[in-house]
T-cell receptor
Framework: AQSVTQLGSHVSVSEGALVLLRCNYS??????LFWYVQYPNQGLQLLLK??????LVKGINGFEAEFKKSETSFHLTKPSAHMSDAAEYFC????????????FGGGTRLMVKP | EPEVTQTPSHQVTQMGQEVILRCVPI?????FYWYRQILGQKVEFLVS????????KSEIFDDQFSVERPDGSNFTLKIRSTKLEDSAMYFC?????????FGPGTRLTVT
């Protein structure tokens, strides 16, 4: 079975500061990993994904994430936070042996202070 | 840009009633999914659908639930005899084998 752990259910940063949202996973097969963002009262928007190849992946809105197999991590970063980044962020792992089902972490709510 | 759409955005129903949640996936996608998110909890997988049949389902997806692709565009989730604990946001998603795009969700409230 796969699982995802997101450390920190709430993260607060100042505008312009580095954003670091942590994600660790467990998977019995090489993982496909995803970050989604959810703005209030909206659906889940795909930020970025890792399937194969380059371990540093870039996504929308200036976010990037690095797949580290040895650490079973896929942390999300952004060099400089913007007020519009305030949202809930979900890390997920896909099981392509089980209908591509996504297993999600518990989510991290990012707050950005002016 | 193509997107997944869901109707209705909010459904209120009485316990024991049947509801049908509707989704229009992105047109060239082959894989379809339903997830739910109970308020304050994780997003949970319900079912995946490919080639006109269920490819995987979770233990949540029991006989109370069913899915259907009645025509070339719609993908529906039927919940029979709703219970209070079925109250949640239900998300439809569609995609290829290695990415999924989510709709805005249907908030189901069972009273």
């Amino acid at each position: 079975a796969q699982s995802v752990t997101q450390l920190g259910s709430h993260v607060s940063v100042s505008e312009g500061a580095l954003v670091l949202l942590r994600c660790n996973y467990s998977s019995s097969v090489p993982p496909y990993l995803f970050w989604y963002v959810q703005y209030p009262n909206q659906g889940l928007q795909l930020l970025l994904k890792y399937t194969t190849g380059a371990t540093l992946v870039k996504g929308i809105n200036g976010f990037e994430a690095e797949f580290k197999k040895s650490e079973t991590s896929f942390h999300l970063t952004k060099p400089s936070a913007h007020m519009s980044d305030a949202a809930e962020y979900f890390c997920a792992v896909s099981d392509y042996n089980a209908g591509n089902m996504l297993t999600f972490g518990g989510g991290t709510r990012l707050m950005v202070k002016p | 840009e193509p997107e997944v759409t869901q109707t209705p955005s909010h459904q209120v129903t009485q316990m024991g009633q049947e509801v049908i949640l509707r989704c229009v996936p992105i047109s060239n996608h082959l894989y379809f999914y339903w997830y739910r998110q109970i308020l304050g909890q994780k997003v949970e997988f319900l079912v995946s659908f490919y080639n006109n049949e269920i490819s995987e389902k979770s233990e949540i997806f029991d006989d109370q639930f069913s899915v259907e692709r009645p025509d070339g565009s719609n993908f529906t989730l039927k919940i029979r005899s709703t219970k209070l604990e079925d109250s949640a946001m239900y998300f439809c998603a569609s995609g290829g084998a290695n990415e999924q795009y989510f709709g805005p969700g249907t908030r189901l409230t069972v009273t």
